[in-house]
């Protein structure tokens, strides 16, 4: 098995355990929504500390139900994953595009250690005269 494989499989188990051990663990016992993201639980605490409290700002656009705003939510992650695997693989293409031309030029270009045409006629002519 190689290096990269037991890299692989240890993230892999590391992610698995981030999402089940909340819930194993009984985390989320005691509450009446569980797991609600950051937002609710900032709602609950400002209305629990100033009930009389007045956001500044409303939101521009107010999803109809939890299941559209949540479609929206993925859209957004998946619009953000997509923009994100787009520059990678550029990023990936423009090395290994450079790194071909860099062989070709290397393929192209005549040794060093081979004389030159120019040099070779110059030694034959110096050991045919003698000088």
Same mark, same amino acid.
């Given at each position: 098995?190689?290096?990269?494989?037991?890299?692989?499989?240890?993230? +892999?188990?590391?992610?698995?355990?981030?999402?089940? +051990? %909340?819930?194993?663990?009984?985390?989320?016992?005691?509450?009446?929504?569980?797991?609600?993201?950051?937002?609710?639980?900032?709602?609950?605490?400002?209305?629990?500390?100033? %009930?009389?409290?007045?956001?500044?700002?409303? %939101?521009?656009?107010?999803?109809?139900?939890?299941?559209?705003?949540?479609?929206?939510?993925?859209?957004?992650?998946?619009?953000?994953?997509?923009?994100?695997?787009?520059?990678?693989?550029?990023?990936?293409?423009?090395?290994?595009?450079?790194?071909?031309?860099?062989?070709?030029?290397?393929?192209?270009? %005549?040794?060093?250690?081979?004389?030159?045409?120019?040099?070779?006629?110059?030694?034959?002519?110096?050991?045919?005269?003698?000088?």
């Amino acid at each position: 098995m190689s290096r990269n494989t037991k890299i692989n499989g240890l993230l +892999l188990l590391l992610v698995a355990a981030l999402a089940v +051990l %909340p819930i194993a663990l009984g985390m989320g016992e005691g509450k009446e929504e569980p797991f609600t993201g950051a937002d609710a639980q900032a709602e609950t605490a400002i209305t629990e500390l100033k %009930p009389d409290y007045e956001p500044w700002f409303s %939101p521009l656009y107010e999803p109809p139900s939890g299941e559209v705003e949540s479609a929206l939510f993925a859209l957004q992650a998946a619009l953000g994953a997509g923009v994100l695997a787009y520059y990678f693989g550029v990023r990936k293409g423009r090395r290994q595009g450079a790194a071909a031309a860099a062989a070709a030029a290397a393929a192209a270009a %005549p040794s060093s250690d081979a004389p030159s045409p120019d040099a070779a006629g110059a030694a034959s002519d110096t050991a045919a005269t003698g000088s």
